[in-house]
């Protein structure tokens, strides 16, 4: 180890960029052969994904100040079918640089005091000091541009020109250095105490389309989208804090000043994330199955969730097995699992073979925290991490089925998950054992999108989205019409469409009518109409039973039964009749119509009738009217209710009444 | 102390007529509440099928579209309101200084001020630890409401300082910069429960120092209520030991009580027999709470008893309705 640090004291005195063209160098050399379990570079197999945005980066962190500084070598490929006469870049950490930035205005719209009592030293910032493309120094050239809107304050996307067009097919070599400051966490990002998620924090290209730069400002409501590429990261903090780090990690060095430093290393992923503490206990164990790779995972948790550390593991194998089965094989060979810190606000965030799970001191069984945020954010490897689509357009690309996946899965284990409300400060959790949470409603999360379901039409770019309710649409609504969609066409046909749409862009960025392509299809029919509904249109679903009647006629009950539909959006129903005898009749209903009129004749009255009886359409906002009973309960079981209501209250009028 | 505290129960047991007066009480306010709500239930559920399963047992998916729509009481009905739960949200929210539905506020209010009212025959009865009957019950809550009402506005200035403005200080702008850079969440859960029992304190003297002033003003005869507040913190800081001890063993009567409900509480049921034994538990720790506070009362008479010269001394003359001066005392 002394030798290596001897040979690291001259590393680190040598100039940043040679630093990173060695780098760089040494993984080209080293190729395949450094990557855990792939086979040297003669033998290796075929790229992934095509690797058109590589980044070979040293950084630095002094958690004194919070800064990093870093130097990075681009290797970037033009694959598109127009020469690119600039580069455009992100740089989101200016995002919080100060209140006046694209995201924190938007951000203002969703209420919070968060950001009230920050300091000076709890903000961010982002510094290029040095750009050169080709080796021509392009550091005068670099401006700020908006092409989101027209704040000039926003300095979340650097352009710089060249001096020659990079035309398609050809590779540049970008050479970048920067200083960067920590700040106290936002979305996900940050420091508090000696804990340090660093996501987002390196100056990171945008993705050239043939249409031009796809380089949004960062906003409040969305997340990320650029190319894939290979990834090679040295990292240096204080001696032995454990470090986790998208990738695996290849090299570790001690140095004489007493950092120590990390390298990583991982092929066709879009993203690099890393998180170091000294207050990291470690973790590992593997995942196994008979016909999908192996998995080693690693977690990396607070020590006051040591006894949760298989929960961790149980939720990602649930993941990686039904989310393998389902929709194809997770291959990188290795996953990283952050327990982060309490107050970090870094909980439930995905970055390539690293995720965020986030759970809490006190967490009951048969409570899914933290399995829930788990199986979400392991599942995000699947979509964004693999089928990588633009999460600033189309967010609900991979939030959405995401969403709908992670209800499945957590049904096939978590079965039953109930509720736990938290109480004194949130702190303190109570588990209604009564209370199960279904997958149809909670998992896909109806409630969310029944509060806010005229928000905004999903086929808006996500980035304007409501602030405060984009999430609804983004998640909650895109769950509820997958799961309708899977309820409609069968699990078989819908399980086709997932593991289809996954193969065909797996390490590629779809857009939205890709899915739609892939939907109609392997289904087989033109579901257009159903898309123009829940994807093209804002409107609500809600169908009902406005009147049922059973009345004596001769010999003969008339039974007569009105169904409507009181929403805007169309959707084919079943109406279904069950009569006192036991007989029952499902009437199909195209669903257009404002109301439609059944009459039937029998020797028996009805006992009830049913719009939806299946529950097919999980968007419908309104179920309680989709049915009537001629023999209603409703009187009981408010009874019921307002008698559990009353001790409640009574309790609270005591609670107060200790005042006295 | 140990002898007052007993005492507090036997005074509490013995007049059981006083407890079911206050159930009653409780009853009065909660039972046109909770058919407003039945109402808004029943409306909603209609003749809807959902019904069966609410019925049955818990329609998750109903209680979230219902408080969805839902407006004042409507929005109080949630799944907290199940089983142990319901007692959880209302120490939390009571603790954490949560604000209630207007409505809510309105009821308590109201029962707040019978409270007021029937305090002074309470403490009456059991000064005295003899029956009192009705009509002596009333006539001393008829003398001393007026009284307790200008109390009420001590106690009023005094929980407005403590909740209006050292809670939020405490909770909203101390605790958040006491954890700003703890990443740990039980060191953090720590510091809450800390400044909790602080505050827990702060409520806890106050409340006794109220108590002994109406103890006193009962006892003693007193008019002015800021003076019986003044001997009442003048007692407790002569009995400091004694009265803490009492405050002490009363709390854990109530922590009992909460305890024991936690086992007990009924969760969802049905409906039919299953739903009136629900209520039936219900109704039992509620009158348990209000024993509770009745012990307190009680135990605090007696002790202020066991300090004068002879014990079960009231000053006042027992009031004979109609005809007696302190009758005529309450027009």
């Given at each position: 180890?002394?030798?290596?640090?001897?040979?690291?004291?001259?590393?680190?005195?040598?100039?940043?960029m040679?630093?990173?063209?060695?780098?760089?160098?040494a993984?080209?050399?080293?190729?395949?052969?450094?990557?855990?379990?792939?086979?040297?570079?003669?033998?290796?197999?075929?790229?992934?994904?095509?690797?058109?945005?590589?980044?070979?980066?040293?950084?630095?962190?002094?958690?004194?100040?919070?800064?990093?500084?870093?130097?990075?070598?681009?290797?970037?490929?033009?694959?598109?079918?127009?020469?690119?006469?600039?580069?455009?870049?992100?740089?989101?950490?200016?995002?919080?640089?100060?209140?006046?930035?694209?995201?924190?205005?938007?951000?203002?719209?969703?209420?919070?005091?968060?950001?009230?009592?920050?300091?000076?030293?709890?903000?961010?910032?982002?510094?290029?000091?040095?750009?050169?493309?080709?080796?021509?120094?392009?550091?005068?050239?670099?401006?700020?541009?908006?092409?989101?809107?027209?704040?000039?304050?926003?300095?979340?996307?650097?352009?710089?020109?060249?001096?020659?067009?990079?035309?398609?097919?050809?590779?540049?070599?970008?050479?970048?250095?920067?200083?960067?400051?920590?700040?106290?966490?936002?979305a996900?990002?940050?420091?508090?105490?000696?804990?340090?998620?660093?996501v987002?924090?390196?100056?990171?290209?945008?993705?050239?389309?043939?249409?031009?730069?796809?380089?949004?400002?960062?906003?409040?409501?969305?997340e990320?989208?650029?190319?894939?590429?290979?990834?090679?990261?040295?990292?240096?903090?204080?001696?032995?804090?454990?470090?986790?780090?998208?990738?695996?990690?290849?090299?570790?060095?001690?140095?004489?000043?007493?950092?120590?430093?990390?390298?990583?290393?991982?092929?066709d992923?879009?993203?690099?994330?890393?998180?170091?503490?000294?207050?990291?206990?470690?973790?590992?164990?593997?995942?196994?199955?008979?016909?999908?790779?192996?998995?080693e995972?690693?977690?990396?948790?607070?020590?006051?969730?040591?006894?949760?550390?298989?929960?961790?593991?149980?939720?990602?194998?649930?993941?990686?097995?039904?989310?393998?089965?389902?929709?194809?094989?997770?291959?990188?060979?290795?996953?990283?699992?952050?327990?982060?810190?309490?107050?970090?606000?870094?909980?439930?965030?995905?970055?390539?073979?690293?995720?965020?799970?986030?759970?809490?001191?006190?967490?009951?069984?048969?409570?899914?925290?933290?399995?829930?945020?788990?199986?979400?954010?392991?599942?995000?490897?699947?979509?964004?991490?693999?089928?990588?689509?633009?999460?600033?357009?189309?967010?609900?690309?991979?939030?959405?089925?995401?969403?709908?996946?992670?209800?499945?899965?957590?049904?096939?284990?978590?079965?039953?998950?109930?509720?736990?409300?938290?109480?004194?400060?949130?702190?303190?959790p109570?588990?209604?054992?009564?209370?199960?949470?279904?997958?149809?409603?909670?998992?896909?999360r109806?409630?969310?999108?029944?509060?806010?379901?005229?928000?905004?039409?999903?086929?808006?770019?996500?980035?304007?989205?409501?602030?405060?309710?984009?999430?609804?649409?983004?998640?909650?609504?895109?769950?509820?019409?997958?799961?309708?969609?899977?309820?409609?066409?069968?699990?078989?046909?819908?399980?086709?469409?997932?593991?289809?749409?996954f193969?065909?862009?797996?390490?590629?960025?779809?857009?939205?009518?890709?899915?739609?392509?892939?939907?109609?299809?392997?289904?087989?029919?033109?579901?257009?109409p159903?898309?123009?509904?829940?994807?093209?249109?804002?409107?609500v679903?809600?169908?009902?039973?406005?009147?049922?009647?059973?009345?004596?006629?001769?010999?003969?009950?008339?039974?007569?039964?009105?169904?409507?539909?009181?929403?805007?959006?169309?959707?084919?129903v079943?109406?279904?009749?069950?009569?006192?005898?036991?007989?029952?009749?499902?009437?199909h209903?195209?669903?257009?119509?404002?109301?439609?009129?059944?009459?039937?004749?029998?020797?028996?009255?009805?006992?009830?009738?049913q719009?939806?009886?299946?529950?097919?359409?999980?968007?419908?906002?309104?179920?309680?009217?989709?049915?009537?009973?001629?023999?209603?309960?409703?009187?009981?079981?408010?009874?019921?209710?307002?008698?559990?209501?009353?001790?409640?209250?009574?309790?609270?009028?005591?609670s107060?009444?200790?005042?006295? | 102390?140990?002898?007052a505290?007993?005492?507090?129960?036997?005074?509490?047991?013995?007049?059981?007529?006083?407890?079911?007066?206050?159930?009653?009480?409780?009853l009065?306010?909660?039972?046109?509440?909770?058919a407003?709500?039945?109402?808004?239930?029943?409306?909603?559920?209609?003749?809807?099928?959902?019904?069966?399963?609410?019925?049955?047992?818990?329609?998750?998916?109903?209680?979230?579209?219902?408080?969805?729509?839902?407006?004042?009481?409507?929005?109080t009905?949630?799944?907290?309101?199940?089983?142990?739960?319901?007692?959880?949200?209302?120490?939390?929210?009571?603790?954490?200084?949560?604000?209630?539905?207007?409505?809510?506020?309105?009821?308590?209010?109201?029962?707040?001020?019978?409270?007021i009212?029937?305090?002074?025959?309470?403490?009456?009865?059991?000064?005295?630890?003899?029956?009192?009957?009705?009509?002596?019950?009333?006539?001393?809550?008829?003398?001393?409401?007026?009284?307790?009402?200008?109390?009420?506005?001590?106690?009023?200035?005094?929980?407005?300082?403590?909740?209006?403005w050292?809670?939020?200080?405490?909770?909203?702008?101390?605790?958040?910069?006491?954890?700003?850079?703890?990443?740990?969440?039980r060191?953090?859960?720590?510091?809450?429960?800390?400044?909790?029992?602080?505050?827990?304190?702060?409520?806890?003297?106050?409340?006794s120092?109220?108590?002994?002033?109406?103890?006193?003003?009962?006892?003693?005869?007193?008019?002015?209520?800021?003076?019986?507040?003044?001997?009442?913190?003048?007692?407790?800081?002569?009995?400091?030991?004694?009265?803490?001890?009492?405050?002490?063993?009363?709390?854990?009567?109530?922590?009992?009580?909460?305890a024991?409900?936690?086992?007990?509480?009924?969760?969802?049921?049905?409906?039919?027999?299953?739903?009136?034994?629900?209520?039936?538990?219900?109704?039992?720790?509620?009158?348990?709470?209000?024993?509770?506070?009745?012990?307190?009362?009680a135990?605090?008479?007696?002790?202020?008893?066991?300090?004068?010269?002879?014990?079960?001394?009231?000053?006042?003359?027992?009031?004979?309705?109609?005809?007696?001066?302190?009758?005529?005392?309450?027009?």
């Open positions: 180890m002394h030798a290596v640090s001897e040979t690291l004291g001259g590393w680190y005195t040598m100039p940043r040679r630093r990173a063209l060695l780098l760089t160098a993984a080209v050399l080293s190729g395949a052969a450094i990557v855990s379990g792939q086979p040297g570079r003669s033998g290796a197999p075929a790229p992934l994904s095509p690797r058109n945005a590589s980044y070979t980066i040293t950084a630095r962190l002094d958690p004194a100040t919070r800064t990093i500084t870093g130097a990075e070598t681009i290797t970037w490929r033009n694959i598109t079918t127009v020469a690119a006469a600039e580069l455009q870049f992100h740089l989101y950490w200016n995002a919080w640089k100060d209140n006046r930035s694209t995201f924190m205005r938007e951000r203002a719209l969703a209420p919070s005091d968060g950001d009230r009592r920050r300091t000076a030293d709890d903000w961010a910032r982002i510094d290029v000091t040095a750009i050169k493309v080709g080796g021509d120094d392009r550091t005068a050239a670099k401006r700020f541009i908006t092409p989101d809107d027209d704040n000039a304050d926003d300095q979340t996307v650097m352009a710089v020109p060249l001096a020659q067009p990079i035309a398609p097919g050809m590779t540049a070599t970008i050479e970048v250095e920067w200083r960067a400051h920590v700040p106290r966490p936002f996900r990002t940050g420091a508090i105490g000696d804990f340090f998620f660093i987002q924090w390196f100056p990171k290209l945008g993705v050239l389309q043939d249409e031009g730069w796809n380089c949004h400002q960062f906003h409040a409501s969305t990320f989208f650029s190319d894939f590429g290979v990834y090679d990261v040295s990292l240096t903090v204080p001696g032995k804090w454990p470090l986790g780090a998208t990738g695996v990690e290849i090299k570790r060095f001690e140095n004489t000043d007493g950092t120590t430093t990390y390298r990583y290393y991982q092929e992923v879009h993203d690099f994330a890393w998180t170091t503490s000294p207050n990291y206990l470690e973790r590992t164990a593997r995942f196994e199955h008979p016909r999908l790779p192996p998995v995972m690693r977690l990396l948790l607070q020590p006051e969730h040591a006894a949760q550390a298989e929960r961790h593991f149980d939720a990602t194998r649930t993941t990686l097995r039904y989310y393998g089965e389902w929709f194809g094989a997770y291959p990188y060979g290795h996953i990283t699992i952050i327990d982060p810190a309490y107050q970090s606000g870094a909980g439930g965030m995905e970055y390539p073979t690293l995720f965020t799970a986030g759970t809490r001191w006190i967490a009951p069984r048969g409570v899914t925290t933290p399995e829930g945020v788990t199986v979400h954010e392991a599942g995000h490897q699947f979509w964004y991490g693999m089928v990588a689509n633009n999460e600033f357009e189309d967010a609900w690309m991979d939030e959405g089925l995401n969403t709908y996946s992670t209800a499945r899965a957590i049904a096939q284990v978590y079965d039953p998950n109930v509720l736990a409300l938290r109480y004194f400060g949130g702190f303190v109570w588990v209604f054992r009564d209370v199960v949470l279904s997958r149809e409603t909670e998992g896909n109806l409630p969310g999108y029944r509060r806010d379901a005229e928000s905004d039409t999903p086929s808006t770019p996500s980035f304007r989205y409501f602030p405060a309710t984009g999430g609804s649409i983004t998640y909650d609504k895109t769950a509820l019409w997958l799961n309708t969609l899977e309820r409609w066409l069968g699990w078989p046909v819908m399980q086709r469409i997932m593991s289809t749409h193969e065909r862009w797996k390490f590629r960025h779809p857009k939205p009518n890709d899915f739609f392509d892939v939907a109609t299809e392997v289904a087989g029919r033109d579901l257009g159903f898309f123009d509904q829940v994807y093209r249109s804002s409107n679903f809600d169908y009902g039973v406005q009147d049922l009647k059973s009345e004596r006629d001769g010999g003969q009950y008339r039974t007569t039964l009105a169904v409507r539909r009181y929403g805007e959006a169309i959707f084919p079943d109406v279904a009749v069950t009569f006192s005898n036991g007989e029952h009749v499902t009437e209903w195209d669903g257009t119509d404002r109301w439609k009129l059944y009459t039937y004749d029998r020797p028996f009255p009805a006992l009830s009738a719009v939806d009886p299946d529950r097919v359409l999980l968007l419908d906002v309104t179920y309680t009217n989709n049915s009537k009973t001629l023999e209603p309960k409703g009187g009981s079981a408010a009874t019921k209710w307002s008698l559990k209501w009353m001790v409640w209250l009574q309790d609270c009028l005591l107060w009444a200790a005042l006295v | 102390m140990t002898s505290w007993r005492d507090g129960i036997r005074r509490v047991n013995g007049a059981p007529a006083l407890l079911l007066g206050v159930w009653a009480l409780t009065l306010v909660s039972v046109p509440m909770a407003a709500m039945r109402g808004m239930l029943a409306q909603h559920l209609g003749a809807s099928l959902a019904a069966d399963t609410a019925a049955s047992g818990v329609n998750y998916d109903w209680m979230q579209e219902f408080s969805d729509q839902a407006a004042g009481l409507g929005v009905f949630r799944p907290t309101i199940l089983g142990f739960g319901a007692v959880l949200d209302n120490l939390s929210a009571f603790i954490d200084n949560t604000m209630r539905p207007v409505v809510i506020v309105a009821a308590a209010t109201v029962y707040i001020v019978l409270w009212f029937v305090a002074g025959g309470i403490i009456d009865r059991y000064a005295r630890d003899r029956p009192t009957r009705t009509v002596g019950f009333f006539a001393s809550s008829g003398v001393f409401f007026f009284r307790f009402l200008r109390l009420a506005a001590v106690q009023w200035i005094v929980y407005a300082l403590l909740f209006g050292l809670h939020p200080l405490v909770f909203d702008r101390l605790y958040p910069e006491m954890v700003r850079e703890v990443p740990v969440e060191t953090a859960f720590a510091i809450r429960a800390a400044l909790y029992l602080v505050f827990g304190l702060l409520v806890a003297a106050c409340t120092v109220f108590d002994y002033a109406k103890v006193r003003a009962v006892v003693e005869d007193r008019r002015s209520m800021l003076s019986a507040t003044a001997q009442a913190i003048g007692f407790i800081r002569r009995n400091l030991r004694e009265a803490a001890a009492l405050f002490l063993a009363n709390f854990a009567l109530f922590a009992a009580v909460v024991l409900y936690a086992f007990a509480a009924p969760g969802a049921g049905q409906t039919g027999a299953s739903m009136w034994l629900g209520f039936a538990i219900g109704q039992i720790y509620v009158i348990a709470r209000l024993w509770v506070k009745l012990v307190f009362w135990s605090e008479t007696a002790l202020f008893q066991s300090r004068l010269a002879h014990a079960g001394y009231v000053n006042r003359p027992e009031p004979l309705w109609p005809e007696s001066p302190e009758a005529e005392a309450i027009s």
